[in-house]
C-alpha cells in the first residue's frame, strides 16, 4: 500500500473534499474520456452534443450545502480545484447558467443548462458508495453515447465503478507494494519496519516518496503545501463577515484573533492560552473552507483546520521550531493518514465524522509528537489516543453546510491533537489500545452507524436546531 503525502494533502477549494474537489475531478475525468478511445463510438459521426449529471445519496443530500452543483459545472468547464480561482468561480457559473453550455478548453460547446441537466437524485443512492455521480453524453438527437459512475470516496479522491472495485479488491489482497522501501500498511507493520530499519517513521516516509520522486521535488512540494496551509490561516484571520449558504453564520476567527494579539502585547496571563490560539487558528481555516476559499485537504476539506493549526501552533510555541521540522510532520502525518484510509476511512459519508476530524487529530498528534522528538511507538501512541476520543463521532452538519458543527470541531480536534501529543511524549510508548485496533474499531463504528449520521444532514444537530 501507497499513499503519497500528496494525496493525503491536496491543494483545492472548499467547501468539501468529498462534494466539492471530489465532483470537480469526476467532470474532469468525464471530460477527458469524452475525448478518448475508451468508449465505443456507435458511428463514425457521432459527436457528443450534450452532457446530463446526476448526484446520488449523500452528494445529493448535502451537496447544495456544500457546493456539489457548482463544482461538476466548474469541472464541466475544464477547472480543477488545485487552480481555480476562487474569485472567478461565480462568474463562470453565471456564464454558464446564461448561456446553458460548457466551454471547457480543448473540446466543443456541449449544451448543460445546471437547472435542468444536474439532477439531485435523493430516492436512488448508487450501489458502490454513498457519494455516487452518473455523467451521461448524448448526441445531438438526445441519444446516450456514453455513460461513466463516479465516486467520490474522501479527501478528494475519485474512482469509477470499477475502480471501485479493484479497490476493494486489492485491500483483500496482499497489502504490500514492492515498490517502495517500506510498504507499511498497518501501524504494527510500521513499528516493525521502524525498529528494523532503526529510522523514524518520517525518514521511511520520505524514503518511500523519493522512489517517486528527488529529494528537492518532495521538498519543495512540502514546503508549498504548508505555504498553501499557512496563507490560508492568515487569510481567514484577516477575512470577516457572514459565511454563504443562508445560515448567516458569522465568521469569528479574524475577531478572536485580535482579541489574542491584544492580550498577547499587553502580556496578560491567559491559563488558556495554547488552547485558543489553537483553535483560532482551525477556525480560520475552516471559515475560509465555507467560504469556498483555496484550503490543503488534511485529510478531507471539512478536517482541514486541525493539521495546520498545529504547525501553526508548533512554530508559534516550541523554540526549535523549523521547516525541517514542518516537514517531517507533514511525512509523518500522512503516514498514519494513509494507514487510516487504508484500513478504514477518512470519509464522513461513510463513517461519520470521526473519520475526518477524528483521522485529521490522530495525523495531527503523530505529526507534533515526530517533532516534539518521540520515538516511533510514542508517535503511534499519540495518534491512537487523538483518535480513540473521536471514536463514535457523527457526520450532522446543519443545512449540509460544512460550518456547524465542522469550524469548531476542528477547532477541538487540535486541543485534542496537541494533548495526545504531550501525553504519549510522556510516556514510554507502551499503551494499552493498538493504533490498529482504534482504526478498526473506527471502521466498524462507522458500518453500524445509521445513514442519518454520515453526511446527509437528516439526523443529529441538523434536524434538531432550527435554522433561521
Ligand atoms: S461534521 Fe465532520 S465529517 Fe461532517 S461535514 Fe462537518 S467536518 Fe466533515
Known sequence: MF?????????????????????????????????????????????????????????????????????????????????????????????????????????PAYWFQPKIDLIFDKKVPLPGHANGMAFSAYDKDERLLVKRIYYSV????????????????????????????????TAKQMLEMAERSGLTIAQMKR???????????????????????????????KNDGIMPGGLKVRRRARQIHDKLQEEWRSNRINPLLANDWLSVYAMAVNEENAAGGRVVTAPTNGAAGVVPATIRYYLHFHEDADQHGIR????????????????????????????EVGSAAAMAAAGLAAVMGGTPEQIENAAEIA????????????AGLVQVPCIERNALGAVKAVTAASLAIKGDGQHFVPLDACIETMRQTGYDMSEKYKETSTGGLAVNVVEC
Open 3 to 107: 499513499l503519497s503525502v500528496f494525496d493525503v494533502f491536496k491543494i483545492g477549494v472548499g467547501p468539501s473534499s468529498s462534494h466539492t474537489m471530489g465532483p470537480m475531478s469526476a467532470a474532469n475525468r468525464f471530460l477527458d474520456l469524452l475525448l478518448s478511445d475508451e468508449w465505443p463510438r456507435p458511428s463514425t459521426g457521432a459527436h457528443v452534443a450534450a452532457i446530463k449529471v446526476s448526484l446520488h445519496g449523500s452528494l445529493a443530500h448535502t451537496g447544495i450545502g456544500h457546493g456539489t452543483g457548482r463544482a461538476v459545472v466548474l469541472g464541466l468547464m475544464g477547472e480543477h480545484p488545485d487552480q481555480v480561482d476562487p474569485d472567478k468561480m461565480d462568474a463562470i457559473i453565471d456564464g454558464v447558467e446564461r448561456s446553458g453550455r460548457v466551454t471547457p478548453p480543448g473540446h
Open 154 to 185: 474522501g479527501g478528494g479522491f475519485v474512482v469509477t465503478d470499477t475502480e471501485l472495485e479493484q479497490m476493494r479488491a486489492k485491500k483483500k489482497s496482499a497489502a504490500g507494494s514492492a515498490r517502495i522501501p517500506f510498504p507499511f500498511a
Open 207 to 237: 524514503a518511500n516518496e523519493e522512489s517517486h520522486m528527488s529529494r528537492a521535488e518532495l521538498d519543495a512540494g512540502l514546503d508549498r503545501l504548508w505555504e498553501a496551509m499557512n496563507g490560508c490561516i492568515d487569510r481567514g484571520l
Open 328 to 355: 517531517d510532520y507533514l511525512l509523518t502525518a500522512a503516514a498514519v493518514g494513509g494507514i487510516i484510509k487504508h484500513n478504514a476511512s477518512i470519509s464522513g459519508a461513510e463513517v461519520g465524522c470521526q473519520g
Open 387 to 398: 483518535l480513540e476520543h473521536h471514536l463514535g463521532m457523527t457526520c450532522d452538519p446543519i
